[in-house]
């Protein structure tokens, strides 16, 4: 994800995954790490976000492609 969007992502969130395996399937989960804005390398102008799964029991397999989505706040206006 971008640094920008990483910035207003918290640690506790919640998160919606969605599986490409299983059109239509959803997974809740919540965001467990985020990186700390100092630990990303000079130039990078993405961040990872580690989400855990709330409920493992699901049919989740190790490789499975998902898009996560996180209900974010707005971003801050800019002043004019």
Do not use: C
Request: a negative charge; charged letters at 20%; proline letters at 10%.
């Amino acid at each position: 994800m971008t640094l920008q969007v990483a910035q207003r992502v918290t640690t506790g969130q919640s998160a919606t995954i969605r599986l490409d395996a299983i059109p239509g399937r959803t997974v809740a989960g919540h965001v467990s790490q985020v990186p700390v804005l100092p630990e990303v390398p000079p130039g990078a102008n993405e961040a990872s976000i580690t989400v855990r799964i709330d409920d493992p029991s699901t049919d989740l397999k190790l490789g499975m492609r998902a898009t996560v989505e996180f209900d974010l706040p707005q971003a801050p206006q800019a002043q004019k």
